[in-house]
């Protein structure tokens, strides 16, 4: 007797092998094979198609070429709308970004193209040079998403950001009981740096990972420049030392994390604003082409 394949298995499978599949690599490229076969039309046109005097944004061939960076532009830009309503299949959110990413690059050539590699102090060249910002500060997003998160999980060592912050919290417990002892000059150190925010520090700190007026590096430098005790010694410092250690070393792996962090989200700060000054641009180029047309 003939057996039914059991097809929910096949279809869990399948499923199982879409979810470790990169947006990348979805479907074995097939964006990146509709856009470069988009690129291939584009380049062997211009060079086939005669347009007197010469390629332009104004001939019947740019305003083709124009019409489809356009409405490319246009659906691009529909990506954050459809991050809110994640479905699977044909169209799901992996799809349309390996979509968003490889049509994306298309562009590169099909606006160029468009220009006839005429550009000006326009409008016109103000969207081609808007278009090409958006384009590379989405490539730069598509690296550091390929290679940062792996080094976000070994930094956090199987920690979330909540469980790194309690851990601090909890040297600065045992730091603070240390320091009773101490003088006046040693206790002020410490309790600078008990009171030094973990997040207050600006975006350039976070992306460079260098914090030059660490309160905690300095008071760690000063315990550490007195070695006259012996090993092992009862005083109070060796301690206030060892917990100042351990402090930094815990601020370091929550900095590095917070640098992950922003290295991976700042392009968007790039990216979306752009983006909208982009389609602005957009839109008074195709009005003007109108008008003047």
């Given at each position: 007797m003939a057996t039914i394949p059991d097809q929910p298995q096949n279809q869990r499978e399948r499923r199982q092998s879409s979810d470790h599949e990169s947006f990348l690599s979805h479907r074995n490229m097939r964006w990146l094979k509709v856009a470069l076969v988009l690129c291939l039309v584009a380049i062997v046109s211009y060079f086939w198609i005669d347009v007197s005097p010469r390629h332009n944004g104004g001939s019947w061939y740019g305003y083709t070429l124009g019409t489809i960076g356009a409405l490319l532009i246009v659906w691009l830009s529909l990506l954050g709308i459809r991050k809110r309503n994640i479905t699977a299949g044909r169209w799901s959110l992996k799809a349309w970004t390996s979509a968003h990413v490889y049509l994306g690059l298309a562009l590169i050539v099909i606006g160029t193209l468009h220009t006839g590699f005429q550009l000006g102090w326009n409008v016109h060249t103000l969207a081609y040079v808007l278009m090409m910002?958006?384009?590379?500060?989405?490539?730069?997003?598509?690296?550091?998403?390929?290679?940062?998160?792996?080094?976000?999980?070994?930094?956090?060592?199987?920690?979330?950001?909540?469980?790194?912050?309690?851990?601090?919290?909890?040297?600065?417990?045992?730091?603070?009981?240390?320091?009773?002892?101490?003088?006046?000059?040693?206790?002020?150190?410490?309790?600078?740096?008990?009171?030094?925010?973990?997040?207050?520090?600006?975006?350039?700190?976070?992306?460079?990972?260098?914090?030059?007026?660490?309160?905690?590096?300095?008071?760690?430098?000063?315990?550490?420049?007195?070695?006259?005790?012996?090993?092992?010694?009862?005083?109070?410092?060796?301690?206030?030392?060892?917990?100042?250690?351990?402090?930094?070393?815990?601020?370091?792996?929550?900095?590095?994390?917070?640098?992950?962090?922003?290295?991976?989200?700042?392009?968007?700060?790039?990216?979306?604003?752009?983006?909208?000054?982009l389609l602005a641009a957009l839109t008074a180029h195709v009005i003007s082409v109108f008008y003047y047309w």
């Open positions: 910002v958006v384009i590379l500060s989405g490539i730069y997003g598509v690296a550091v998403y390929a290679t940062l998160p792996a080094s976000l999980s070994n930094n956090a060592r199987e920690m979330t950001r909540s469980q790194m912050v309690e851990a601090l919290a909890a040297i600065d417990r045992q730091l603070q009981s240390a320091a009773q002892p101490l003088g006046r000059e040693e206790s002020d150190l410490v309790i600078a740096a008990l009171e030094q925010g973990t997040f207050d520090w600006g975006i350039g700190s976070r992306l460079s990972g260098r914090y030059r007026k660490c309160a905690t590096t300095r008071a760690l430098a000063y315990f550490a420049d007195d070695w006259s005790r012996p090993v092992g010694s009862d005083d109070p410092k060796d301690k206030v030392r060892a917990l100042l250690g351990r402090r930094k070393s815990q601020l370091d792996q929550i900095r590095r994390h917070l640098r992950i962090r922003a290295l991976l989200e700042v392009w968007l700060y790039i990216h979306i604003p752009v983006t909208i000054a």
